[in-house]
């Protein structure tokens, strides 16, 4: 079974500085999907970036980007630039590439406040 | 983008009660719905997937004659928490996968509900 490990509970930055969440994982498969949600006060996920793990090139969306290493099972998430909007959970995710059926699997969320 | 909708989006009910809660994909058609739970700073907890017509599958440890999940078309699913206690308040958060094969890989999720149990 995969599981998905984020091991920064709380994280804070200052405002218009960057800050890196991370991430790994562990799976056997080869090919699958990798994913990071925000999770404002709101508590409506909504999708930041996603990855495909046939792509060598790592995502970019903006003032977001990952640094995916494959072979370190590692994924994690860059926010530029940084924004009081962007105080909020944040959700590393992994999906079989094969989905089917198959849900996400989260990992435990990382706290980012941004500070003025 | 894809949109999901969840109703209520809060409910407040006595010990004892049953509540539905339905969660609606509005512009696509979803081969497959996941229901979470999501307990205050915590993150989503997988309760079941239920495909269109067909019987849900449930997680280990989630009751499924305590939470019945039915998926009447592509569009629609709901979660019925029956008789329902305290320890059952929580936030419920549905999600839905789209059918179309070129965006099969991404879940569009629900505003969540929470439920408060008297």
């Known amino acids: 079974a995969q599981t998905v490990t984020q091991s920064q509970p709380e994280m804070s930055v200052q405002e218009a500085e960057t800050v890196t969440l991370s991430c790994t994982y562990d799976t056997s498969e080869n090919n699958y999907y990798l994913f990071w ?3 404002p006060p709101s508590r409506q996920m909504i999708l930041v970036i996603r990855q495909e793990a046939y792509k060598q090139q790592n995502a970019t969306e903006n003032r ?6 494959k072979a370190a099972k590692s994924f994690s ?3 530029s630039d940084s924004q009081l909007g ?3 959970m944040y959700f590393c995710a992994f999906m079989s590439y094969f989905s089917g059926n ?8 990382t706290r980012l406040s941004v500070i003025a | 983008g894809a949109v999901v909708s969840q109703h209520p989006s809060w409910v407040i009910c006595k010990s004892g009660t049953s509540v539905k809660i339905e969660c609606r994909s509005l512009d696509f058609q979803a081969t497959t719905m996941f229901w979470y739970r999501q307990f205050p700073k915590q993150s989503l907890m997988l309760m079941a997937t239920s495909n269109e017509g067909s019987k849900a599958t449930y997680e280990q440890g989630v009751e499924k004659d305590k939470f019945l999940i039915n998926h009447a078309s592509l569009t629609l699913s709901t979660l019925t928490v029956t008789s329902a206690h305290p320890e059952d308040s929580s936030f419920y958060i549905c999600s839905a996968r789209d059918r179309s094969p070129d965006i099969n890989n991404e ?4 505003p969540g509900t929470r439920l408060t149990v008297l």
């Open chain 1, 37 to 39: 949600y925000k999770q």
């Open chain 1, 64 to 69: 977001f980007s990952v640094n995916f290493q």
């Open chain 1, 77 to 79: 998430l860059k926010i």
């Open chain 1, 86 to 88: 962007d105080t909020a």
């Open chain 1, 102 to 109: 198959t849900p996400l699997v989260f990992g435990k969320g």
């Open chain 2, 107 to 110: 879940q569009f999720f629900g």
